[in-house]
């Protein structure tokens, strides 16, 4: 239940920490460019096989959508 606000997404190291710990993230990048290179490495991270069987955020947790 607990949930965390990020300002400055940058590469999104927050958001993959989120994604294995299992908390709700709300991120916020303006700069066009981090926030693509960071979608990219979260999805990356996402689609990579998990080692040890830990439950997966929903899917509302941690989908990332442009403001644009």
């Not at 999104?12 to 979608?39: H, N, Q, R, V």
Request: net charge negative; glycine share 8%; charged share 30%.
């Amino acid at each position: 239940g607990q949930k965390i606000l990020d300002t400055h997404g940058g590469s999104m190291s927050i958001a993959i920490a989120c994604d294995i710990e299992g908390y709700d993230l709300t991120l916020c990048e303006l700069d066009k460019d981090y926030f693509e290179a960071g979608k990219k490495r979260l999805e990356q991270h996402q689609a990579q096989p998990r080692l040890f069987d830990t439950p997966k955020p929903k899917t509302e947790q941690l989908s990332i959508d442009s403001a644009a």
